[in-house]
């Protein structure tokens, strides 16, 4: 099974290219927090993940986002390998979006910003996860309406 969600902030606004076939694309970067913090460090360590999106998905996300805003994705990971300029073989892995989602209000959304601007810092927490207590479950009595 290859499946790859993200949740985070545009690394620069996604600009739409067509190929010679006419086929919409746009390759993107996203920083996405790593869930720990290392005990004394100011701020939360982030990964910066290559994406890719096709026609409409990519249409889609060139026309509503930009750079800094926060952004929800599905796709699955893919390798491809390639020669550079000095004749070395080199392997990219990249994100290829099937879906994007707006993951944050349009007035939570980060002000536009030019192209040279950094991107923003932002020190949210990540979702906190709870642990469940014995009397959020229920006991199944018999197995005859279970569908398996």
Known sequence: MNVVCLLGRLTATPE?????G??????????VDRTYQPKGAEQRQADFINCVAWRN?????????????RIALQG???SRSYNDK?????????????????AESK?????????DSQIPTYNEAPPAFTNASVGDFEEIVGDDDLPF
Do not use: H, M, W
């Open 16 to 20: 739409l290219k067509t190929t010679q």
């Open 22 to 31: 006419g086929v919409s694309v746009t390759s993107f970067s996203v920083a």
């Open 57 to 69: 998905t990519a249409e889609f996300i060139c026309r509503y986002f930009q750079k800094g805003q």
């Open 76 to 78: 699955s990971l893919q």
């Open 86 to 102: 000095d004749g070395n073989r080199r392997t990219v892995f990249e994100v290829v979006i099937d879906n994007a989602f707006f």
């Open 107 to 115: 007035s939570g959304a980060a002000a536009p910003r030019s192209a």
